[in-house]
């Protein structure tokens, strides 16, 4: 059969030599260009036919320009991990070390990364409290300064096993000169077998435990009085008087936490139980603790052994008390007054590092039956073990030549040790150094060998807090770097041939039996006695008590300036000193970030500054303007100088000055920048480092200083809509003294409803059913730690500004702790109060919003549409309560302007924007831009979560009925002391709920004349004092004190 | 019998022995010959200025408002200090041109076109600041109400800013067409003068086709009269709804019910003195004496004397009302933050209350009220009084209210917020030189209106008559 031939034209059917012509040239018409065989770039354009040429590659370019846009992956599991949802967060117990330091905590982990440090409530020692320091540990994880490969000389070591070989060949060459270890006190049980037996494969060697700052004396001190070099257990819970020694037991002073914890819920009352513990603080400088103590003493920090004596005499020791002036003579024999009326529980504290203080301490919590009843030999502290005078040794032995190789952890002598430079000259004669830790620190960067440890969060381990109550490590993310535990390491280099981790659990399945027993301890984070054995006391040895007075008796009090030289509760001894969150936290006190600074008297600015701030006219000129006169601090021919902050409550001739400052450019550049080294300050006498130091020469210095504070003001004008406060005596004797007169504001203006937003309003009223948010704030327990500010950075996204911007008052923070200082100037009261958006039912922000960006949500919440808002700041500006915060710029690198930033803002938000350092974002909550106001949102995404929680279980939320928990906001999560309550108030059986009723007599709003109707409540602070204030007088004091 | 009455309190309105065709020559002649070099040195000065003020903004949008020195406390400053003052120095010209028309004040037309430019200029410059000072000005249009796919989203009506909005485009609006309908006849004489082409098509295009039929000139005194009616309201309002920019907060120092009058009367102040220190300048440099005559300066003292007057007894009262409301805030607002030397703003205080309240007293004066030099000065003392005014207000409240804590550093404004603000100077006078060199700067046909009962030429008129016989009055007048 013949094929059918198709044909499309003419042409084709006749095959025409035209048709043939324009089959071959698809593309008829002329190129904008002559082609010829040189090829297309070569080609020439003709005059005429450059605009088609130039439409053509302009379109071209746009084409390939816009074609090329960034990959994004977004690898779904191929195999998904069995416990691993994504979006859905799991939980691990881990705990938090750093140096001496370990708190147990659960970590937040979503997709993989721990983006949030939760305290463990199973751990009976803090019960779920955090510190700011453990908030903020998550974002070391993240540190862009963190080491991220073993090094030698500077250079990358490619293998670990590359590495080891090196160390072994270098170790070989050692001869017989000893090993030396030196770390920072080490918590770890299964550590120290791990030192042990490195220990034991180089014979000679030793292991030196040196801490960055001393309790040496205490150790001695212990030593000499109860045979035991330890820190015995506190009972802050069970003691109804607290006498500090110059101990920031709260803030800083061995763990902090635990003490806040027990400390707190000794200092919780209520209608039904109207006592509280008595706290009695006697201390040079204003600390946080001083500034919770119902009364609190000033003396010179040299007379700390005079005040010790007379305490001591005043309980019925046998010393002569020494002498002292009339007020602080009446202070000890008040306070010796009620130590002997409560004796079985009270406890003496000290922060002194000198033994023979110590050691006189110990005899007065002989004398007052603290021992076996708040003082627990039974069960001895592990955070604290080094002694001085062994460190002092090994710089003598590295300076001699006699030190053949230190290894180094956790320990950073180079900048934290008293003679540093001392300690530098002697690691240039040790033949092998080899530094574990984490960041090129000051010693790291003298050392050969660098091999960085795994951050906590990526680590196994153990830690021993006290005796029997151990806290679990298990990481909760791949190592981000080439990093190895520090136990693997010496155990690779001891020869064994299991890892750290095979160790660890062996150790601990012995102990606990099984396997299961072991799952179940690390599913919990924390191994506790399994009894309460109460609290044991241990034999007293009261030999050395005489010898400790006599020594102490021939000290004489100081007749020039002197020095006390403390930790700041946001960076304590400095190891974090590269974390923003934490530079950027205001101190309790001064409320200055990014810096240390001398802390002086009013009485002192005054004779040096001539700064009078009990005129308004130089109080306004000081508080006004960042720019802070600078003083120069001379020390033993050692100098410093800093800005000065005037600080009530500092004893006259005292001034001091914070750790943890002036770093390495290396260490990061957040640390680098801020404040200056006052280590170098310390004394070293008696065989212990000392931090009080007397004979200090102050001159006033020209340097130019800006001190960045996030509070400028220092009292609070009187204003007692805004803060109340009373003493216990009155609070008994007038119990409904608050709820008085807001019971005559009722009867005037809400009579028949008894609710100011039915009545007292033009408006209508609708009703609210479901839930409504509320938050009580009890001020007794707060203690102004400022957990609560780095918690919720952490869990809001809420930018790092830096320096420069908070000496704008371009901070940021949702939370803040507002001081307050009333009363005496020389010794004020002090006041805290978290200031958070009030989430007013009557918000004034809500309706001066032209869009509305901001408003009320149906359950009590007053909610910020970011994309909504235009900013134009309108509502910042008629907030009652000033807690919106406008982005002034692009901090958080979410902008439609992206990346023109550099220069504008500082290096700790380029930090915070770093890839690394925004693995720590919460991707629940939407990291603002620039232009857009914000403000605390209740933790909204966390009440989501908690709403949903109740949904599937088809229950109604829970918010503490029976103390279960469906949500917890990050303030409420992170407060060690309990402050913040928070839930559902339209649940009668909520926490919340039960919180203002039980608290009736103390409940007050802010600002409440205002009838913003505030869903967050205060409860009046309650100082323990036997004074009794009068209403009617209190009135007087406030009207008095308004005027100045 | 006398035909001719002559005030012996009302000096004429027009100097000089004028005839309408003096007049025309006069005031539109400048349009037509090459400006002088004073003109273009202000103009190029005025123009570096706004550049300025365009660098500043751009600054301040592309980096941020972390450009400017504002902070959590204070986070309005200069931008809407700014803002204020120049919505206040816009009031003069409705006044002027709607106020005073109505009540027949024929002492008006020598100076409603200038001062009605000045207004529409000032509100252009108001508008900046609004505005820019926005976090996200590209999506300031977020606050027009129009139906959208955002759900749709609509506005806040309750918000005084959303007020803010609709008070000042209808002030906006209105003085627009006042000012532009009063222009049409006048823009036709200058169509008509035209000798180029071109000239002749743009104000041809500009002046509407107006040929000056009585039909055109009925509807032109009806319009004017109908935007009067509408003008008037909105002197009144615009400045008290940007008062409720305060008041209606809850801020001490803010929230002040008596800010409405006394945001009124002080715009009118500091407008009258922007109107005065502008026409001193221009009847020198355009040489139009003879038409802002002294008794025009003199009568626009007057206003300011009577304005300033209340402004002072309007600060003293808020003094009282603190010390009588007993309430803690109000009084530290007012004591001590503002009337206290030693406050951190204690200055800005004081020199509002000299500025404002006692420098202006010496206009009980009548020989300084003829004062053109001392006139100048004072007009230029009273705007940086009003612009006090507003920084005080503004700014000590904000930076100490309730809380203590949140007391925060003293706001000194960045060079990005002086350049701002400096720009808005550049923009101010740049429209005006402009609006000098290409419109007539007096109403042409409204001075004539006046010039029949006002003018020397009149005047000389009426001498004749008077004394003519009846007879040859008869006899001249006979058609």
Request: proline content about 4%.
């Amino acid at each position: 059969m013949e094929h059918k031939k198709y044909w499309q034209s003419f042409g084709e059917l006749n095959q025409s030599a035209a048709y043939e012509a324009s089959s071959n040239d698809e593309f008829q018409e002329e190129l904008p260009f002559e082609a010829d065989d040189k090829g297309l770039f070569d080609a020439k354009t003709p005059r005429r036919d450059f605009l088609k040429y130039m439409g053509f590659s302009t379109a071209a370019a746009a084409l390939a320009a816009s074609c090329e846009v960034p990959v994004k992956k977004a690898i779904p599991f191929a195999n998904k991990p069995e416990e691993i949802i994504p979006g859905v967060a799991n939980y691990y117990a881990t705990t938090y070390v750093q140096d001496g330091d370990a708190i147990s905590i659960v970590a937040k982990v979503r997709d993989g990364r721990p983006i949030k440090i939760e305290g463990n409530e199973l751990s009976p020692l803090t019960q779920g409290g955090t510190s700011a320091r453990v908030q903020a540990s998550v974002l070391d994880l993240y540190d862009t300064a963190r080491l991220r490969f073993p090094m030698a000389d500077g250079k990358e070591v490619s293998t670990f096993e590359a590495f080891d070989k090196m160390i072994g060949s270098a170790m070989s060459t050692l001869g017989s000169a000893p090993v030396v270890l030196l770390t920072s006190s080490v918590t770890s049980v299964t550590g120290k077998q791990v030192i042990d037996q490195f220990l034991q494969t180089h014979p000679g060697s030793r292991h030196v435990t040196y801490d960055a700052v001393s309790y040496s004396g205490m150790l001695l001190a212990n030593e000499a009085c109860y045979g035991q070099r330890a820190i015995p257990s506190y009972n802050f819970a069970d003691a109804k008087v607290i006498v500090s020694l110059g101990a920031d037991f709260l803030g800083t002073w061995l763990n902090p936490v635990e003490f806040a914890k027990h400390y707190s819920i000794g200092r919780k009352i209520n209608e039904k139980k109207l006592a509280m513990n008595r706290h009695i603080q006697f201390e040079s400088m204003m600390s946080m603790t001083g500034a919770n103590a119902d009364y609190r003493y000033q003396h010179r920090p040299s007379e700390t052994a005079a005040v010790v004596l007379a305490l001591y005499a005043a309980l019925g020791g046998a010393v002569s008390a020494p002498s002292l002036d009339e007020k602080l003579k009446k202070a000890v024999a008040e306070t010796a007054k009620q130590l002997n009326a409560s004796k079985g529980a009270a406890l003496v504290v000290c922060g002194s590092n000198d033994p023979n203080v110590q050691i006189v301490v110990n005899a007065i919590n002989e004398s007052i039956g603290a021992t076996g009843t708040t003082i627990n030999w039974g069960s001895t502290y592990n955070l604290r073990q080094g002694v001085d005078a062994d460190m002092a040794k090994l710089v003598d032995d590295m300076n001699a030549g006699s030190v053949g190789a230190l290894i180094i952890n956790g320990a950073n002598p180079a900048y934290d040790f008293f003679d540093s430079g001392r300690f530098a000259d002697g690691l240039k004669k040790v033949k092998v150094a080899v530094s574990f830790n984490t960041k090129m620190d000051e010693t790291t960067q003298l050392c050969k060998y660098v091999i960085p440890d795994h951050h906590f969060l990526e680590s196994w381990g153990d830690a021993e807090i006290k005796t029997g109550h151990v806290s679990l490590l298990q990481p909760t993310i791949y190592p981000l770097f080439k990093t190895r535990q520090w136990q693997d390491s010496l155990l690779k280099w001891s020869g064994a041939t299991g890892d750290y981790l095979s160790m660890v659990k062996q150790y601990w399945m012995g102990k606990l039996g099984s396997e299961s027993n072991w799952d179940k301890a690390l599913q919990d984070g924390v191994i506790t006695p399994a009894s309460d054995s109460g609290a044991s006391g241990a034999g007293f040895n009261s030999g050395s008590v005489a010898a400790a007075a006599g020594a102490l008796s021939a000290v004489k009090p100081g007749t020039q300036t002197e020095l006390v030289i403390y930790q700041k509760v946001s960076l304590g001894e400095g190891q974090q000193a590269n974390n923003p969150w934490l530079q950027e936290m205001p101190d309790p006190i001064t409320k200055a970030t990014w810096d240390n600074y001398v802390m002086i008297s009013p009485a002192m600015a005054k004779s040096i500054y001539n700064i009078d701030i009990t005129t308004n006219k130089d109080a306004d000129a000081y508080e006004v303007h960042p720019e802070k006169p600078a003083m120069k601090v001379t020390v033993n021919g050692k100098s410093i100088e800093l800005p000065v902050l005037i600080v009530p409550g500092t004893q006259p001739n005292t001034i001091a000055i914070a750790v943890g400052y002036g770093r390495s450019e290396r260490l990061g550049k957040v640390a680098a920048g801020a404040g200056k080294n006052a280590y170098p300050l310390v004394a070293f006498t008696g065989g212990n480092r000392q931090y009080a130091i007397s004979n200090v020469s102050v001159e006033k210095s020209s340097a130019d200083f800006i001190v960045a504070q996030n509070q400028t003001h220092q009292t609070h004008e009187g204003r007692t809509d805004v803060v109340l406060e009373t003493t216990l005596a009155t609070l008994k004797s007038s119990p409904e003294m608050f709820s008085e007169k807001r019971e005559e504001k009722v009867e005037e203006y809400a009579k028949y409803t008894r609710d100011y937003a039915k009545e007292a309003t033009l408006y209508p009223h609708f009703p609210r059913p479901g839930i409504k948010w509320g938050m009580s704030i009890d001020l007794n327990s707060c203690t102004g730690c400022g957990a609560c500010v780095v918690a919720c950075n952490a869990e809001n996204n809420v930018a790092v500004v830096g320096k420069q911007e908070v000496a704008r008052a371009h901070d940021m923070h949702w939370m803040r702790i507002d001081r307050y200082f009333s009363g005496d100037l020389e010794n004020p009261n002090v006041i805290f109060q978290p200031m958070l958006c009030q989430h007013c039912d009557n918000a004034p922000c809500e309706n001066v919003c032209p869009v509305s960006a901001t408003n009320h949500s149906s359950e009590g919440m007053n909610q910020m549409i970011y994309n909504r808002c235009i900013g134009t700041r309108y509502c910042a500006n008629n907030c009652p309560f000033k807690v919106r915060r406008f982005n002034w710029s692009d901090y958080m690198s979410a902008d439609s302007f992206p990346d023109n930033q550099v220069g504008i803002i500082s290096d700790a938000s380029m930090q915070m924007n770093d890839e690394l350092t925004r693995m720590v974002l919460n991707p629940d909550v939407t990291v603002r831009s620039r232009g857009v106001m914000e403000k605390c949102s209740l933790c909204a995404q966390r009440l989501q979560d908690g709403k949903l929680k109740a949904k599937k279980a088809s229950r109604p939320l829970l918010s503490g009925e029976n103390g279960e928990w469906d949500v917890k906001v990050a303030c409420q999560q992170a407060c060690p002391s309990d402050a913040i309550v928070f839930g559902n108030a339209n649940e009668k059986e909520s926490d919340v709920s039960k919180h203002r009723v039980e608290n009736n007599g103390r409940i007050f709003y802010a600002l409440e004349m205002l009838h913003v109707l505030p869903n967050v409540n205060y409860l009046a602070k309650v100082r323990n004092t036997d004074e009794v204030i009068h209403v009617e007088k209190m009135g007087e004091k406030h009207a008095s004190e308004k005027v100045s | 019998m006398s035909l001719k009455y002559e005030s012996q309190l009302r000096e004429p309105l027009v100097d000089g022995n004028k005839d309408y065709h003096q007049i025309t020559e006069d005031i539109i002649r400048p349009i037509e010959v090459k400006p002088g070099r004073l003109w273009y040195i202000g103009f190029f000065i005025s123009v570096a200025l706004l550049l300025f003020g365009v660098y500043s903004v751009y600054r301040e949008v592309t980096y941020g408002i972390g450009q400017w020195n504002l902070h959590k406390t204070v986070g309005w400053g200069w931008d809407i200090t700014n803002f204020v003052w120049w919505v206040g120095i816009g009031h003069a010209g409705t006044l002027i041109s709607a106020i005073l028309l109505l009540f027949r004040q024929g002492w008006r037309t020598g100076v409603n076109r200038a001062a009605e430019a000045m207004t529409i200029f000032a509100v252009m410059c108001a508008g900046q600041f609004p505005i820019f000072h926005m976090g996200r000005v590209w999506l300031a249009f977020f606050i027009m109400p129009y139906p959208n796919t955002r759900g749709p989203v609509w506005v806040n009506f309750s918000s005084p800013l959303l007020w803010d909005v609709f008070a000042i485009s209808t002030y906006f609006t209105v003085s627009l067409l006042f000012w532009y309908s009063g222009l049409l006849p006048d823009l036709a004489s200058v169509r008509d003068r035209a000798k180029t082409k071109l000239r002749k098509l743009l104000y041809g295009v500009a002046s509407f086709g107006w040929t000056g039929s009585t039909k055109h000139w009925q509807r032109h005194e009806s319009l004017s009269l109908v935007l009067a009616g509408l003008a008037t309201p909105l002197v009144l309002s615009v400045h008290t709804i940007v008062s409720f920019d305060f008041a209606t907060s809850v801020i001490p120092g803010w929230h002040t019910t008596i800010f409405p009058p006394y945001f009124v009367a002080g715009a009118i102040f500091s407008g009258f003195a922007m109107v005065q220190s502008l026409l001193i300048v221009v009847r020198r440099v355009l040489n139009l004496q003879e038409y802002i005559t002294v008794g025009h300066i003199e009568a626009m003292n007057k206003v300011i004397v009577l304005t300033g007057s209340i402004v002072g007894i309007a600060y003293l009262t808020e003094l009282f009302i603190a010390w009588y409301s007993i309430n803690q805030y109000e009084q530290y607002a007012f004591f001590y933050s503002r009337a206290n030397l030693f406050s951190p703003y204690g200055w800005a205080y004081y020199g509002m209350m000299f500025c404002n309240v006692v420098s202006p007293q010496l206009f009980w004066s009548r020989k300084l009220r003829r004062n053109i030099t001392f006139t100048f000065f004072m007009s230029v003392i009273v705007n940086i009084g009003m612009w006090f005014e507003r920084f005080v207000i503004i700014v000590t409240s904000i930076s100490r209210d309730y809380l203590p804590s949140s007391w925060s550093y003293y706001y000194s404004p960045s060079i990005w917020e002086i350049g701002f603000y400096m720009g808005t100077f550049g923009l101010f006078f740049t429209c005006f030189f402009l609006f000098s060199k290409y419109f007539p700067v007096i109403a042409v046909a409204e001075i004539k209106y006046v010039l029949k009962t006002s003018g020397e030429n009149y005047k000389a008129k009426m001498d004749t008559v008077e004394n003519q016989k009846v007879e040859e009055f008869a006899h001249d007048h006979a058609h």
